[in-house]
Structures are given as structure tokens and as C-alpha cells.
T-cell receptor
Framework: DAGVIQSPRHEVTEMGQEVTLRCKPI?????LFWYRQTMMRGLELLIY????????DSGMPEDRFSAKMPNASFSTLKIQPSEPRDSAVYFC????????????FGPGTRLTVT | GENVEQHPSTLSVQEGDSAVIKCTYS??????FPWYKQELGKRPQLIID?????GEKKDQRIAVTLNKTAKHFSLHITETQPEDSAVYFC????????????????FGKGTHLIIQP
């Protein structure tokens, strides 16, 4: 089992540029979660999907953030335009069933916006 | 929404001693409480979890206890070893059916566990 796969692992971009983060969940998992981790705010849930449908996006910080899941094996998190305060590690996680079945995290994407 | 408080923020113990990390949560509807271990530069990894119909769960040197009345749960690590050094996060999850909306995890701020040789 390859586990959750994320790309890129590191992203450095200039303020105002569009950033797209990618995630491939564990095969067969029907829940996909996007989290953001910073020193100040810790781990925060941004959005999650069930069977490719967004269920709760109340954690998305503002309209500059958007997420899609076009199929069961792929999701994207897009930031447009990016700002320095978006610098963080973005994790994707997946689970089989609801959160109570155990969420498994990807390696994360370290985003730096200059 | 759910709020999870975690203490202490840093914990230093001698190798071989026990370590205890405590968390409290605010929403009585929460019914799932996982613990994650995160080593520097790595992803959070699930080490143990407990559901609200259970008061205690043990897996080798790791145990978790849950007090639903008081809305707190704790992680216990016995016979600590150098490889236990990491940041530990507790989390809570409100099931979708409760009307809370979020079935994702709300995390505590983390505890940096340092095992002194």
C-alpha cells in the first residue's frame, strides 16, 4: 500500500501566484481531508470530502482557497492569489468511513510564499 | 464548534519513566479521540484511538483513558524510550449525525515530549 501521496513536497512561490497542491488518497478510502499546519495555529481542518463530494468547507480561510475532488483517486487544493501568510505545511489525509475509522496522513507539502 | 485543549506543551522525562499528556474537549457530542505522533519534518501518524463507548484502551506501552463526564482524555506512555521523543497531538471528532457538521478532526496544540537519556 503506497499510502496517501502528495505533490509537490516543497513549493516556493512569489506572492500573487497561483498554487496547486495535489493529493492521491489510499485506494478504497472514501473520505479525504485537507489540513494546514503552522506553528501559530497548529493543525487545522480546511475541508473534507466524502465520495468526492465536499461535506464541510467551513475551515477554508477565505475565497482565495478552493478544493476539488474530480474522482475518487485525486484531489487538489488551490490558492489564488497566494500570500505570505499562506506559508505552511499542507497535509492531505484519507479514511475508510468516517473520521472514527482512523485518518492516515500524507507526507505533506511545505509551501513558502515570498 | 469543538475546542480541544492539550497540556503540557512541553514534557521532559527521564528514559524509562512514564509520560502523561492530557486533553480536554468542549463538545459532549464528540465520540472519537485519536492520538497522533509527529516526528520532526514528518507526517502525523496515528498511534492509538478510543471511542466514547470505551473508558480505556491499551497497546503495549501506550494507553489512553477517556472520561466522558469530565470531557477529558489522556495518553500514557510507560517505560519511555529515546524513540518516543516527538510531538504528540490529541484530537476529537464530532460525528456528522449529531448535526455538528464537521466529521473532521479538531486537534490540540501538541505536546513536545523529550526523553532524557
Amino acid at each position: 500500500d503506497a499510502g496517501v501521496i502528495q505533490s509537490p513536497r516543497h513549493e516556493v512561490t512569489e506572492m500573487g501566484q497561483e498554487v496547486t497542491l495535489r493529493c492521491k488518497p489510499i485506494s478504497g478510502h472514501d473520505y479525504l481531508f485537507w489540513y494546514r499546519q503552522t506553528m501559530m495555529r497548529g493543525l487545522e481542518l480546511l475541508i473534507y470530502f466524502n465520495n468526492n463530494v465536499p461535506i464541510d468547507d467551513s475551515g477554508m480561510p477565505e475565497d482565495r482557497f478552493s478544493a476539488k475532488m474530480p474522482n475518487a483517486s485525486f484531489s487538489t487544493l488551490k490558492i489564488q492569489p497566494s500570500e505570505p501568510r499562506d506559508s505552511a505545511v499542507y497535509f492531505c489525509a484519507s479514511s475508510l468511513g468516517q473520521a472514527s475509522k482512523g485518518q492516515y496522513f500524507g507526507p505533506g507539502t511545505r509551501l513558502t510564499v515570498t | 464548534g469543538e475546542n480541544v485543549e492539550q497540556h503540557p506543551s512541553t514534557l521532559s522525562v527521564q528514559e524509562g519513566d512514564s509520560a502523561v499528556i492530557k486533553c480536554t474537549y468542549s463538545d459532549s457530542a464528540s465520540n472519537y479521540f485519536p492520538w497522533y505522533k509527529q516526528e520532526l519534518g514528518k507526517r502525523p501518524q496515528l498511534i492509538i484511538d478510543i471511542r466514547s463507548n470505551v473508558g480505556e484502551k491499551k497497546d503495549q506501552r501506550i494507553a489512553v483513558t477517556l472520561n466522558k463526564t469530565a470531557k477529558h482524555f489522556s495518553l500514557h506512555i510507560t517505560e519511555t524510550q529515546p524513540e518516543d521523543s516527538a510531538v504528540y497531538f490529541c484530537a476529537a471528532s464530532i460525528p456528522l449525525w449529531s448535526g455538528g457538521g464537521a466529521d473532521g478532526l479538531t486537534f490540540g496544540k501538541g505536546t513536545h515530549l523529550i526523553i532524557q537519556p
